[in-house]
């Protein structure tokens, strides 16, 4: 059974640092691209990085420059890494396989001003 699993989210100040990690199971990862989508209270759930197996990366334009997704096809883990966050940053972070029906549960990631 496939399973993907976030952690890493939680409070934090407006031009602070977070860690998001997504830990997979179930699949071969290596030969699967990843993304981090995430969807604030009342919105659409938004594009935020995928990366391909090979480590092509893509981003949505309001994150640009400051998160940094990556991958480590050993532990089966993708990461991504939140920098100078903001409070529009503030939703529920979800991993997902692109192209799948499979998502993980989210993590609450909050922006304080």
């Known amino acids: 059974q496939v399973q993907l699993v976030e952690s890493g989210g939680g409070l934090v100040q407006a031009g602070g640092s977070l860690r998001l990690s997504c830990a997979a199971s179930?699949?071969?990862?290596?030969?699967?691209?990843m993304g981090w989508y995430r969807q604030a209270p009342g919105k659409q759930r938004d594009l935020v990085a995928t990366i391909t197996t090979g480590g092509s990366t893509n981003y949505g334009d309001s994150v640009k420059g400051r998160f940094t997704i990556s991958r480590d096809n050993v532990k089966k883990l993708v990461y991504l890494q939140m920098n100078n966050v903001k409070p529009e940053d503030t939703a529920v972070y979800y991993c997902h396989i692109p192209g799948s029906g499979i998502w993980g549960r989210g993590t609450l990631v909050t922006v304080s001003p």
């Open positions: 179930g699949i071969i990862f290596s030969i699967n691209s």
